[in-house]
């Protein structure tokens, strides 16, 4: 590949990085802030904390699953699933923008990210704190680095068939 063609790609890894943790933050912090507008009018921080923060693990995860058909199955897809999938795109990125590799550097990085949302919206009352939100989100980062792998397997494997069928 040449040397432009490097840098061209490298550029729109980048920009789509940008872009991709741009909406996830969106997606936190701003999308839907009228939905919390409650959380943030409470009037003292212990309340919010013993009325919005889940910091036992498992504990919502749990309480869906034992509430299936009682609670909307949208609110559970779109809470569970939703936590893994925002994060996927970041298992891929970092390898991809960062050079960060190996399973104990995404997790680590995913926790750290989803920690950090966690605390800014536990701080800033926007939305609440929950561990199975950092569970779920660290568990989408592996997941995303685990189809980051398994393309990147794929593409090198046809790319060497493809020299060695170019060099006959």
Known sequence: MNKILKISL????????AAYLAYLFDLVFFRYRATFRGINNMTT??????HSANFKPFKTILNYMNNIGNINNNIIITNILGNIAAFMPFGIF??????F???ISILIHSF???LFIETIQMTFRVGS????DIILNTLGGLLGYVIYLL??????SYIKKK??????
Do not use: Q, V, W
């Open 10 to 17: 490298r550029m729109i890894i980048y920009i789509s990085f």
């Open 45 to 50: 921080f212990n309340f919010y904390l013993e």
């Open 94 to 99: 970092l390898p991809l923008a960062l050079r």
């Open 101 to 103: 590799k190996g399973i």
């Open 112 to 114: 750290i990210l989803s």
């Open 129 to 132: 704190f929950d561990i199975d």
């Open 151 to 156: 393309s990147e397997r794929y593409f090198s």
């Open 163 to 168: 020299k060695l069928g170019d060099a006959k």
